[in-house]
């Protein structure tokens, strides 16, 4: 052989050793894309194999090539994205050179990265010591290793929330105590509204959180800072200062509503404007309407008997009354009102005659007269709350009198003082007046005020049912409690309530009453000198309370699941405890906000023997607009809407409560914020005065309406809805 033919066979020998695949360990294919090949990043270089000495002819006598390691590749089996604790992978390398070939007897090192994550057994095998993320190492040289990532992740942390307990209602000191435990892992931290509390090595947690007035969102974390989404629970705690007790039939409420008067709405010391063009009188006080009401009232339906004198040598008659300018003050007392009456230039037209001296004279012609009138009226509030006015005091005095007669012997018969027709005359405008202070303008007075408070007598709350809504009947009455005034300044006309059903009805849930503040609260009262109106936030919760009572919020929304879920075949909702209206945060754009807590939510997965438990909580901001003759109740149309699953109805899981919050908020949540606006939204229609009030002056009025307006926006403080307005009398 020559040596040209004996160097061509060495090499094709070594080709054939280079491509036999045979050499690698373990039977698993290896994943070549899942690892690096080599920590420096170096790409493997010519590092040669044997040598032969071609110019003297001699070869090794190890035809073995020495192979240089070029980079490393490293598996866990089995592989997993997420291991837990208890699983134990072994570590498969293989080391390779340049071209690829295997150096099966390469020495290898292994280690850990981070140093304390896991620890590698005498068998290859890796036994994990915390969770989060790290790797395992193969180093072929100091500088040339290969890795294989991993995450460790137990499960999320376990969290027990000891107390408070689900639906718990507190009252009296405002704060609550939050205790639970979780895992003893040092690595977990437990926030409580995105608070850090501390742990102990027990795993327990202990803090104290400042109670708001309605439902306490409190919601607890426990963070391994490994599993996505943290471990959460959310808690609805209601606080109030105070609760009202609630029945199955009806609400008693004391002291729910307060109608505030000042002296300028009472009386703002101007005379009345005249009809507008429309040909209504527009009067924005109740002095100034009592005096457009004279003037246009015939004051003859006041005299008991027109026919003032009639004897054989003295007979006289009125035939009319001309009112002349009436001038009416009302002024507020400790206890109620005190009533000026002046009518100067009143006329009587006369008839009759009168004998003097045998001889007889015609007493026709007009009596003017100028009188005023004082009476001083206490308010009292009787058994069924309507208002009135007891007279206890009254004055009258004849300022001037003096006769227009055809015949001037009767003129100066008249003109005498003392003499029998001047007396029976200043007796008949003594009897008109008397009627006007002491009877006419109290009851018109009193009247006028319980038709101020007539609609509130009556208020049906009703809603028809609109699946899956069920239907609500409620009845809420207010009545006047107590008035109490501030001399010449105001007075406060003192509300109670009753929120009653049309028949008892047992709660779906134990009652935990009605949340109010202190009874001793008072309004913050605007500083206008007009009409306000405060409403306790206790009346709207007595409301949504009573709701609850009938089931209003205990309902199946199976038929709203659209047809894109299979999985749900059956989706109730059942809210433990009432909604409540609270005041909104401070910043807040809306008035006030309505909260629903604690509301387990029942999902059938048809698959699963029974339902998967989820809790939700709702918030929606909560508005009132002054529309043509109501309060209207406006809601958010988005809620912001929490969901917790409890538990698992089955083995197939149940679905993401994201879901679920998106679902509601785009199905039941408009519907349900529609049906408590509506129980919200009050009529208030002009206040039409009753007849009775103006009647017996026969008058040529037809009607007298009260039409409220509201020139700026409520607020609320102190747990009272404060509303500002302001009337104007309309006379027809």
Do not use: K
């Amino acid at each position: 052989m020559t040596r040209l033919h004996f160097i061509i066979t060495i090499g094709l020998c070594l080709t054939v050793l280079a491509c036999d695949d045979s050499q690698s360990i373990g039977s698993a294919p290896l994943d070549m894309s899942t690892n690096s090949m080599a920590d420096t990043g170096h790409q493997p270089m010519d590092l040669g194999v044997g040598s032969q000495d071609v110019g003297t002819g001699q070869t090794d006598m190890d035809l073995t090539p020495t192979l240089i390691p070029a980079y490393v590749d490293v598996e866990l089996r089995p592989r997993r994205g997420i291991y837990r604790r208890s699983d134990r992978p072994a570590i498969e390398y293989v080391v390779y050179d340049r071209i690829g070939r295997i150096i099966a007897d390469a020495p290898v090192r292994l280690d850990i990265q981070p140093m304390g994550q896991a620890e590698i057994g005498e068998d290859e095998t890796i036994t994990f010591l915390l969770e989060g993320a790290g790797a395992v190492r193969a180093c072929a040289t100091p500088d040339l290793c290969g890795r294989a990532s991993f995450y460790v992740d137990d499960a999320a942390p376990s969290l027990e929330i000891i107390e408070p307990t689900r639906a718990a209602i507190l009252t009296g000191d405002p704060s609550i105590r939050v205790r639970g435990r979780t895992d003893t892992d040092p690595g977990i931290r437990v926030f409580i509204n995105d608070r850090p509390v501390m742990v102990d090595e027990m795993g327990e947690f202990e803090t104290e959180l400042r109670a708001e007035f309605g439902l306490n969102r409190i919601d607890v974390i426990a963070d391994d800072g490994v599993r996505r989404p943290a471990t959460r629970s959310v808690r609805e705690v209601l606080w109030a200062p105070t609760v009202i007790p609630a029945d199955d039939a009806e609400i008693a409420l004391d002291r729910v509503a307060i109608m505030r008067f000042h002296q300028a709405v009472i009386d703002r010391q101007e005379a009345p404007d005249p009809p507008g063009p429309d040909g209504v009188q527009r009067v924005p006080d109740l002095a100034g309407t009592a005096e457009a009401l004279l003037s246009r009232s015939n004051l003859m339906m006041l005299l008991d008997n027109p026919q003032i004198a009639d004897d054989d040598d003295f007979s006289m008659r009125i035939t009319n009354v001309d009112q002349g300018t009436p001038d009416v003050t009302i002024l507020l007392t400790d206890t109620g009102f005190e009533i000026f009456i002046r009518l100067e230039d009143l006329a009587f037209d006369t008839e009759g005659f009168i004998d003097v001296a045998g001889e007889s004279f015609s007493l026709v012609g007009r009596v003017l007269l100028t009188v005023a009138g004082f009476a001083s009226a206490e308010m009292r509030i009787d058994d069924q709350g309507i208002p009135g006015l007891i007279v206890d005091d009254f004055g009258l005095a004849v300022e001037s009198l003096s006769g227009e007669f055809n015949d001037s012997t009767a003129q100066a018969v008249v003109d005498t003082v003392g003499s029998i027709a001047r007396r029976v005359l200043n007796s008949a405008a003594d009897e008109l007046v008397r009627d006007l202070v002491a009877d006419e303008l109290p009851n018109f007075i009193e009247l006028g005020l319980d038709d101020v408070i007539e609609p509130l007598r009556d208020i049906s709350l009703n809603l028809s049912p609109d699946p899956p809504l069920a239907g609500i009947e409620l009845n809420l009455s207010l009545n006047a409690q107590e008035p109490i005034f501030a001399r010449r300044d105001r007075l406060e006309l003192i509300l109670g309530g009753t929120v009653r059903q049309p028949m008892a009805v047992q709660a779906p849930h134990p009652h935990p009453g009605i949340p109010d503040f202190p009874p001793e609260a008072d309004p913050v009262w605007p500083p206008n000198r007009g009409i306000s109106m405060a409403i306790r936030l206790s009346l709207f919760n007595s409301v949504l309370s009573s709701a609850w009572h009938q089931g209003a919020f205990s309902i199946d929304l199976s038929e709203i699941v659209p047809d894109g879920f299979p999985q749900i075949s059956g989706l109730t909702m059942d809210a433990r405890i009432p909604p409540v209206i609270v005041p909104a945060q401070p910043g807040s754009p809306n008035l006030m906000e309505l909260q629903f807590g604690e509301i387990d939510l029942f999902v059938q997965n048809p698959l699963n023997a029974s339902p998967d438990h989820y809790v939700m909580s709702l918030r929606a901001g909560v508005g009132l607009e002054f529309a043509a003759g109501e309060i209207e109740g406006i809601v958010d149309e988005v809620p912001d809407v929490r969901f917790e699953l409890l538990s698992e109805g089955g083995e197939f899981p149940a679905l993401d409560p994201a879901l679920f919050s998106a679902l509601l908020q785009a199905q039941i949540g408009p519907e349900l914020n529609e049906a408590v606006a509506e129980l919200l939204t009050v009529d208030l229609d002009g206040i039409v005065v009753e007849a009775d009030a103006f009647s017996p002056l026969n008058s040529d009025i037809e009607t007298i309406t009260i039409q409220p307006t509201f020139p700026s926006p409520p607020r609320i403080q102190n747990g009272w809805l404060i509303i500002e307005a302001t009337a104007v009398t309309e006379i027809r």
